[in-house]
């Protein structure tokens, strides 16, 4: 049975907020700043436009006619056009107009983080890089939420676009998970929630949002080659179907994305139980299904299952590429009777109503200047509202004006860094943690930057050791550290060079990392392209630190030499696998002694160049061996007042991270600095958790950033310096290292060869870890603030609705908080429910029920309420199909986090009628 549609007069909900609202919204952001005339100039540029309250686009009688009526003037042709996409030069995915009917092109964008622009005779193809969604999971808020969906729907049509892809609401199971950052976190409450009001913000515009990845798409390894998710059912509704229920009830999109992964056997694109069964009929889905670009694998079993829209890009062993599924052999299914008219004409209308109801129609998009400088703010805002203060020992934050030197370490300190693939958008321009830093600080404040590590690239998704640093490699074109590299179009070597050049280390990751435009890397490393990497010569010298064995270590898909003096000491061939292996072995080397070092790689693996070069030269020292850059930044950190160290991971869709460890000798890093400086403060610009277990004791604070966005230094430097009050909460658990969560074991992550056994079943995240018993290094819903707040007075409490048998019932928390520090903060208050009172199933431990955010000024008190969301007091009846409430008492706890409990009560729950 599907969620309860809105009550009463079933009106579209747009919240439009006062400058006031907008303020308080921002949180600590403006209670804690002294510089009042930012704050107000801040809200008026961010002054959202006023929405006209509509009808749900999805319960128009009038566009629902007037689809039907241009339905009934389509050739067969004419309809199965408008069920396939096209390639387009500027839109990876596209549907082209239909000109005898004014049927306009559908010109789609990708957006989970802003809109990436592929026409380069728009804007420049830059749009404003928002913090992304995992960042925005990180408010906890809901109009917030909102607003970023309205500033990508505003973007969207200003660049020509009438289809926006995102909101993501792929659940958070797996912390290595590449594609996180896309996201919205963990919890399926908090990722549909979030989700919806994104949906809402983006088609306030004419534009139509597009929900994906449906369903049960958590990781990247072997995500087009069949990857399947073997799930049972109750964990695929409560957990991975509930964020697109919550998305589909609040937001209304217009469109949903079918994902690349298999579930249960069948590929989500082509399942009848997913797409008709679940998402159309028990969610009462009214949009159109999409494929992702790629991802149909038939013709009758797609159609027939639900697929309303094939987007291109699909290559199949036995057809070749370019294999369009539903063209020619659509109308052949159509004409032999395999895939009924009927079929065509629902999937048809289901892309024309809401191209009439959100007003595609009537409002074709424009290209225009885009208002920079104030979604450039609003960008600031949703990145000083998402850090989480995740450690303070000892009051080390807020730095204070008196703070006469400090040192920024970080090899991409003096960059912005994002997520790689499909959401990377170029900003329009970027504010570095360093310029933020060195803007905020006062007059004569001594900012200096060092690198302390090499650059960060795709290569840190390839397993084994880190590169060898370029300390100790000297470039054969005498131009200083690194490597140099040179790039052939040839697996032996022959012809001219694509490149020629100095790299700092031999690493290549190529494949779908370094399509042009999903490249994230940091900029200090030279750009690698798709088309380089057949054979790479790496040639200079290696110089060791000390004296020892050393483990050489190469890490590819193809074959590779590594020669030392001219003599090979170590040789690896392919496996056979795509997986890359590692190969290794053992070399004394002398302190100081620089021996000739020639790499020679042939990416001759399997897929060949198709698939990409992979390759890495890493190592394994003697103890005690510690990067001159390290020890460089020790130094400056020891001669100044304060350290701040940004350290960064590579989160990018087409790829896991290989465990949870930061790259490329950042840890040392860390080490070295806080030895050096007590007052070090450790900044992470990741997009989702990594380990801090082996590093963070001798680190008195540490602030979590995510990919902030092209604001990030200034929202940083609010946070370091207390102009902003942190109030993110963590929207994901952080682990102690990659073994100690609840899918740790192989079959779970990455699977059993195809097979992604998900045998925790709905113990997902935090649940999870309170069920197995697994401590977490920082919990879900995890984050500190600058003052302190108290919890009183706990009520609980059930409103019975207006329907019959007491449908609409609500349940409702009431809790007084206080600040009782010295600044003003914002709190995020936080409801979860314990075990059911039943035996017919299993639940957990703790679910995240409800919460709300209050802002509070020191001193004040505020009674918050809490209306709680009946599916986190029910479970999925698989015998019934159905949610079900048990009837009896469920404990009820309040806190800052999901393990941070102030209080404690319960609930007297009564059945069913809680639910639709």
């Not at 929202?715 to 073994?739: H, Q, R, W, Y």
């Not at 008492?889 to 609930?907: A, E, F, K, Q």
Request: glycine residues 10%; negative net charge.
């Amino acid at each position: 049975m599907p969620p309860a549609r809105v009550s009463s007069a079933r009106l579209r909900v747009v919240v439009t907020l006062s400058a006031a609202a907008l303020v308080v919204s921002a949180g600590a952001a403006s209670a804690a700043t002294p510089d009042l005339d930012r704050e107000a100039a801040t809200a008026e540029r961010l002054q959202p436009q006023s929405f006209p309250t509509t009808w749900w686009w999805d319960e128009s009688e009038e566009d629902t006619e007037r689809a039907r009526d241009l339905l009934r003037q389509m050739t067969l042709d004419e309809k199965v056009n408008m069920m396939h996409g096209e390639l387009n030069n500027y839109y990876g995915f596209y549907n082209g107009p239909i000109e005898r009917l004014g049927i306009p092109a559908l010109t789609m964008a990708d957006g989970p983080a802003g809109v990436r622009i592929a026409n380069p005779d728009v804007n420049d193809q830059e749009a404003t890089q928002l913090p992304a969604p995992i960042a925005l999971a990180a408010t906890w808020d809901r109009d917030l939420a909102q607003q970023y969906g309205d500033v990508e729907g505003d973007e969207a049509f200003r660049t020509g676009h009438n289809v926006l892809l995102s909101p993501a609401v792929d659940i958070a199971r797996v912390a290595q998970a590449g594609r996180a950052f896309e996201a919205l976190g963990e919890d399926p409450l908090l990722s549909g929630t979030m989700g919806a009001g994104v949906i809402r913000g983006i088609q306030s515009h004419p534009v139509v949002a597009d929900i994906k990845h449906y369903n049960v798409y958590t990781q990247e390894t072997n995500r087009l080659s069949g990857g399947n998710a073997v799930v049972e059912e109750r964990a695929l509704q409560e957990i991975y179907t509930r964020p697109f229920a919550i998305g589909i009830e609040q937001g209304r999109p217009g469109s949903a994305m079918c994902a690349f992964n298999k579930v249960n056997g069948v590929w989500a694109c082509e399942s009848d139980e997913l797409l008709n069964q679940i998402l159309k009929e028990q969610l009462d889905f009214q949009g159109w299904v999409m494929s992702d670009y790629g991802a149909t694998h038939s013709t009758v079993q797609a159609a027939n299952a639900g697929l309303d829209q094939e987007m291109p890009g699909n290559t199949t062993p036995d057809v070749g590429p370019g294999t369009c599924y539903f063209c020619g052999p659509l109308l052949d299914a159509v004409r032999s009777g395999q895939v009924p008219e009927s079929r065509v004409d629902d999937a048809v209308l289901r892309i024309l109503r809401p191209m009439f109801g959100l007003g595609l129609f009537d409002h074709p998009p424009v290209i225009e200047p885009l208002p920079e400088a104030e979604h450039g703010a609003f960008a600031r805002l949703v990145a000083e509202r998402a850090m989480v203060l995740l450690k303070n020992d000892g009051g080390a934050l807020p730095l204070t004006d008196s703070v006469g030197s400090i040192a920024v370490i970080g090899a991409d300190a003096d960059s912005v860094v994002a997520g790689g693939g499909s959401s990377l958008v170029k900003p329009t321009y970027t504010v570095s943690p360093l310029q933020g830093i060195q803007d905020r600080v006062a007059a004569g404040v001594d900012v200096r930057h060092v690198a302390g590590a090499d650059p960060v690239t795709s290569a840190s998704l390839i397993p084994g050791p880190d590169p060898i640093p370029s300390d100790f490699l000297t470039s054969a074109l005498g131009d200083g550290a690194g490597l140099r590299a040179e790039y052939f179009s040839t697996q032996d070597f022959s012809g001219e060079t694509i490149a020629d050049r100095t790299d700092p280390y031999a690493a290549i990751n190529a494949g779908f990392f370094l399509f042009e435009g999903f490249n994230s890397q940091s900029p200090d490393f030279p750009v690698q392209t798709r088309d380089m990497g057949a054979s790479i010569r790496w040639t200079g010298e290696l110089t060791a630190p000390t004296t020892g064995t050393y483990e050489l270590a190469v890490t590819t898909t193809g074959s590779a030499v590594v020669y030392l003096d001219d003599v090979a000491v170590l040789t690896a061939t392919p496996s056979g696998s795509s997986a890359p292996t590692t190969t290794t072995a053992a070399v004394d080397l002398e302190a100081g002694v620089a021996r000739d070092l020639r790499v020679e790689f042939v990416n001759n693996g399997p897929g060949g160049t198709d698939a990409g070069a992979v390759f890495q030269l890493g190592w394994t020292t003697p103890e005690g061996v510690v990067a001159p850059q390290a020890l460089e930044a020790a130094a400056l950190a020891r001669s100044s007042q304060a350290a701040v160290v940004v350290v960064r991971d590579y989160s990018s869709e087409g790829g896991d991270k290989p465990d949870l460890d930061l790259p490329n000798g950042q840890v040392e890093l860390i080490r070295q600095v806080a030895a050096a400086n007590p007052r070090t403060v450790v900044v992470l610009a990741t997009g989702g958790a990594v380990q801090t277990s082996d590093w963070e004791d001798g680190v008195p604070a540490i602030v979590h950033s995510w990919f902030g966005g092209q604001e990030q230094g200034n929202a940083l430097a609010g946070i370091l310096f207390g102009d902003v009050n942190p109030s993110g909460k963590l929207p994901v658990t952080m682990p102690v290292d990659e073994e100690s969560t609840p899918v740790s074991a192989p079959e779970q992550f990455p699977g059993d060869g195809l097979d992604q056994q998900f045998s925790e079943g709905i113990y997902v995240g935090y649940r999870g870890y309170e069920e197995f018993d697994i401590e977490p290094q920082y919990p879900f819903g995890h984050g500190l603030s600058y003052t302190t707040f108290d919890y009183r007075n706990l009520r609980t409490s059930i409103n019975a609705g207006g329907g019959q048998d007491g449908d609409g019932a609500q349940l409702r928390v009431r809790v007084a908080v206080r600040n009782t520090g010295t600044v003003a903060g914002t709190e995020t208050v936080q409801v979860y429910v314990g075990n059911l009172p039943t035996r017919r199933v299993e639940s957990s431990p703790k679910v995240l029920a409800g919460w709300e955010t209050v802002t509070l000024q020191p001193g004040e008190r505020r009674q918050v309420t809490v209306t709680l969301s009946p599916e986190s007091v029910s479970y999925w009846d698989v015998d019934r199909d159905r949610w079900q409430t048990p009837r009896g008492t469920i404990p009820v706890y309040v806190g800052s986090s999901s393990t941070d409990v102030r209080l404690t009560g319960s609930l007297r729950i009564g059945g069913s009628a809680l639910l639709p």
